[in-house]
Structure formats: structure tokens, C-alpha cells
């Protein structure tokens, strides 16, 4: 089977670097010379792990420190709730802390307790500072620079055979859902039966599908964003993804081994793009002696939701042509590792009837998604700020019948309930725990305002 994917980046050069373990797949990559990937620091989910033993990308852990990573044991968050001191962890646990923790389930739980005596990732997080060794690298996840990245699993993708045309794609000829051909700009067409469509926000291939959006419950739909030196090594280097709520939304830090990666989440529709850039430096000052102008930063605009369908005809949308959440939670590079390892599924196990599996495919990336939407919008409507217009508009989201049922568990104290209730998708009943104890324990009776 002929593949061409259009457009690098680190989900394009993933997809290529993955599908290339399969030996009955002929696979081009199109990615223009002026084309490259955003990089200001990228956090990562441990699924990442499974990714790379799936198809066997690294032989071993060196790819770490090639790509400027680190370690990454929790995800930490500051300041979401009206106590400025407010801040719940959520650690990227392992299978067995999660066996010794439903052993808990009927229990009154305290959230110091736990941690202390379960949570291995988030033990090894308020240690001290791990740096990449072979016991540590197999826990939790990474930080890392996507730019780096994708030049590591380019290497893999051509050492497997993979061909790489420098190239730009013009024209798109399609038969009602079937791409027939592309032309690209030296005038070259190209067939396959299969396109991957990895162009990102430029929907090359699924510019003209119905796109759901989310912006209607998730509200921050641009960024700012910079790599700064350390100013503090002790309080910035650290293994864990930073999320600090400021007025208008939230600033990430994403420590890599040589630099830090900052970036401001903001909602348009509350924040003009000047007033972001100045809260943000403004913060960045008061916290950790950064002198910056404005003009120094990388602006970022996004949209939020879904292509229903991610699989038309013989087209695939992967990455952030098919979806795009925002990054609280550092669920990008996870979903569009999940696409990949269910698109390399299909391929592998049923090439000659993969076309039967499309509908599945579809419903399967689609509820992932909105899974993770679902977890993401709490994160926002639990918390009790009111110091601004979009922390009041955010708060006061209505809850779906899902998050409802969740809350209702945790409310009654139904913990074996909430631990064993059937849940789909990257974010499982304990990181639900998490977050409603952590969101509750920073304020008393917030969760009984849902």
C-alpha cells in the first residue's frame, strides 16, 4: 500500500517514523523546505512510553537528551482556585500505585496520606531533582523540544526507508471523498491510497470539513509564548509541567534541559493580544526577575474541537489538522500518538478490508477527544475565582451529564463508585480523583456549587 503523508513537524515525521515498522507500506513524506514545527517546549503524557515500544523508535534512552529533554513526574497546578496559595498535583502514576490505591476506595481519604504512601511519580517529584538515568527514564513522562524531536524520529523514518520529498503540495484533485492525485509545486503528481493529512491548522486535505468546535466551554483560544534561560535552577528545573492561573488564564512551564519553556494561555474574547503580553511579563518579573519586551514573544492562535471525522474517503487527519485542545493537561502529542497507533492497527492487522474499519476509527478518535474535553472544561468550572470576567464566564459552564455523575460520586463520598464507574480515554477515574480533591481541598464546598 502506497501512503503519502503531507506536512512534518512532530506529527507528521511520528506517523512516518511509526507506519514504517509495517514493511508492506510504501511511505513519502511531502514537507515544504520553509515549513517547521512550533517549539517552545513541549510536555508530554506517559503514554509516549508505549508509542516508542510499539514501534520500536529508540533503541535506547540517549534520544533524551538529543532532544534538550528532561523528566516529568506530575503535573502541577497553582492558583486556580480564589486563594492565591492554592495548588493540587496530579502524578503520573503506574499500574501498581493504582492496585495499592483502590484498595482504598471505601475509605475516607486524605490527599497527604496518599501521596505520601502511594504515588511513586509524585515521591519522586518532591525529592529533589531527577535527572535521566535508565530506572528513572520508564516513569512518568518527558519534557522536550518538538523541534529536536521530530529530527530524531525523521532519522528513524529514513533509516527505515522512508522517502522525504522537500516539497510543497499545490493542487489536491478529488473525486467526491477520494483523493485521486496531488500536484506539487515542481508540477509532479503523485497517487496513493492513502493521504495523511499532517499540515496542522492548514487542513490541507479537510479545509472544507465541518469542524466542531468547543469554544463555547473552552475559552482560551490564543497564546504567547517564550524560551527564557534559567534565572533559578533550584525552583525552575524541577520534573513536573507547571500550569500558574493568571488573571485572564494561565502561564505554562515546561523545564528542558538547557532552557525553559513559557507560554501564556488566553481567551481573545477577554484579553487583547498587548494586555496579554504585558501580564505576562509583568509576572515573569515579579517571580522570577525576567527583564523582557513584548515583541520578544511567539504569538499563537488556535482553534478548539474536533473533525467528527479524522478518516474521509482515502484521507487521515492527524494531529492538529484533526483536533486541537488546549494544552493544560500536555494532551496534544498523546491523541495524535493514539491516532497513529490505532491508524497502524487497522493497517497492519486488516490491509486489505482497512476500509471497514474507517466508521470505527472515527467513533474511537472522536470520543478520546471528547474524553479529554470533558476532564479539561473541570479544570475551569470548579474553580472560585471571580477576580475576572473569564474566571467567572468559565466557572460558570454547565455541567454535562458525565461530569455531573462524577461529581455526585466524590460529593457523596462514593468513592468506590467514582474509582470503578466505566471512563474511556487518556484521563482514567484516579486522574478524576485528582482533580476533584484538589480543586476541593483548596476550597471548602466548591464542588457542591455544581
Known sequence: MRI???GGGTAGWSCAAALSKNKNLDITIIDAKDSSSIGVGESTLPLIHQFHNKFRLFEDDSWIKRVNGTLKFTLEFEGFMKNSRSKWVHPLSTNKDYEQFMSLRNTQLDNLTLSDKFFYSQNLRNSSYND???SSARIGAFHLDA?????ELKKVA????VKFLEKSVKEIIKEGEIT???VLDDKERLEA???IDSTGFKNLFFENVPFESFSNRLFCDKAVAIKLPYKDLKKQKINATLAKALKNGWVWHVPLENNIGVGYVYSSRHINDDEAKKELCLYLKNNYGYELENDKFLSLSYRVGVHK?????????IGLSSFFIEPIESTGIALFQIQIMELADILESNPRFYKNFIPKYNKRIYDYVCSVKDFIEMHYILSNRDDSRFWIDSSNIEINKLQNKIINFYEKQNYSELLNFSLSGIFGNLSWFHLLLGMDSNKDNNIDKC
Open 193 to 195: 491510497e492513502l493521504f
Open 180 to 182: 485521486k492525485y496531488i
Open 4 to 6: 503519502i503523508i503531507v
Open 158 to 161: 529514513l533509516k527505515r526507508g
Open 147 to 151: 523541534l529536536l524531536y521530530s529530527k
Open 132 to 134: 535521566i538515568d535508565k
Open 309 to 317: 471525522n479524522s478518516w474521509i474517503g482515502n484521507n487521515v487527519a
